[in-house]
């Protein structure tokens, strides 16, 4: 017997009845992806209220590397919820955040001096690397590219590319922001093809300084490594190093958003070891904390010091209880060896996308970097054009059948995993089957509603 259970036809009347409650009371801009409500959570298994056992895919959005209420991090917590709760790091200071500081300046990619900042989310963290990143140089301009997604706060959301939802309706947007299109070779802004190319994506970034922004106005550069709500597309590893490169000669920091990227997701602690980049400023957040709400801005100490006391910080900044939990996400990174599960996970999801893309044509793209692998649909391979409904066929056949996965994608094409990097290979495997019968179904029906010609 496998490791999904559906007792009722999915949601069921327990979660019916709570979608009916929610949307009188919680606002609908909230988005909600599944259609079942939570009950109970352990590593790669969530039960819903209604008692169906589903695989979980999506780990609350990438936070649960280590999977659901891992036995470390709640053990931890346990312990600390003995001692204290919150004290604020900026009235009674606490020694766990020292030695998680420690813990990440080491593990992050650079042998220079760092310092390490807690946050509560990654938006506030992407804030913050900004804000430092600002007043180290002194300068105000900063570039993002196309794609990338950095939070929904004003900043944040100004640095984002995709307008609906996340931007339109909600301007005027921060200022001194200027855009790239990123490293995303299927739908290359310029028409080229990687390699032969020599990444003019990034040698881009010249021409910009001609025609958007001085070079010496620009502060900082921020990318994700590996595009995550954007669709999961990895940059290559040559578009960074002329990205850092330029970055260099012009005094320009260069700031890593490992939010989605972090923790182990494509195979090593960090994406910038894999791809050869040493990030000035790196935020890392989500699955850093194990399920708890903590983000983290790591970077060169000189320009972590730059801001005046008092000038960051925050109430919960660095909460004891996500501390904890935090600590035992890297002895649990460490002794299950997930970065290298990471890896393993990716190579068996890319062997069985490949076979669904010689299958079915509407498989337009299979991409990734170890365990953050997405397939991108399309209408016809040769026009490219995103075929959104089917991919939210899939998704929508997934959940039903009991599987929680997310689309992504500025054209919402995308289909990405994130599963628990420890999840056991049946389970993982038995995931892979509902996608594949939810691909199957989903290009059948298609196929069925459009008029033979
Ligand atoms: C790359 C990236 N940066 C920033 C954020 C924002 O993080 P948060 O939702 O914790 O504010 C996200 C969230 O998905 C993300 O994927």
Known sequence: MGAIQIRT???????????RRRREAV???????????IAHADGALIEDVDGNRMLDFAGGIGCLNVGHRAPRVLAAVRAQIDRYLHACFSVTPYEPYI???EKMNAATPGKFAKKTMFVNSGAEAVENAVKIARCYTGRPAIVCFEDAFHGRTLLTMSLTSKTHPYKAGFGPFAGEIYRLPYAYCYRCAYGLKFPECGVHCGHELNTL?????????????????????????PGPREFFQVV???CREHGI?????????????????????????????????????GGLPLAAVTGRAEVMDAPGVGGIGGTFGGNPLSL??????????????????????????????????????????????????????????????????LAEAVVRHCHEHGLIILPAGTFGNVIRL???????????????EVLESALMAAVEKRAAATPAD
């Not at 949601?11 to 709570?18: D, E, F, R, Y």
């Not at 958007?212 to 595009?227: D, H, R, W, Y």
């Not at 994130?418 to 892979?432: A, D, H």
């Open 9 to 19: 036809k999915i949601p069921g009347p327990a979660s019916q009845a709570l979608w």
């Open 27 to 37: 606002p609908e801009g909230i988005y909600t992806a599944a259609p079942v409500f």
């Open 99 to 101: 030695a998680l500081a």
């Open 209 to 233: 300084f001609q025609r958007g922004v001085a070079a010496e106005s620009v502060a900082a550069v921020i990318a994700e490594p590996v595009l995550g709500e954007g669709g999961f597309v």
């Open 244 to 246: 850092q490169q330029i």
């Open 253 to 289: 920091l260069f700031i890593a958003d490992e939010v989605q990227t972090g923790f182990g997701r494509t195979g090593a602690l960090f994406a910038c070891e894999r791809l050869g980049i040493e990030p000035d400023l790196l935020v890392s957040a989500k699955s850093l904390g």
């Open 324 to 389: 904890a939990a935090a600590h035992a996400v890297f002895e649990t990174m460490a002794e299950e060896k997930l970065a290298t599960r990471a890896e393993e996970l990716g190579e068996r999801f890319q062997a069985r996308a490949k076979y669904w893309k010689s299958r079915w044509p509407e498989i337009g793209d299979i991409r990734g970097l170890g365990a953050m692998q997405a397939i991108e649909l399309v209408e016809n391979t040769g026009t490219r054009a995103p075929a959104k409904a």
């Open 418 to 432: 994130l599963v628990p990097l420890n999840i056991p290979r049946p389970q993982f495997e038995e995931g892979l």
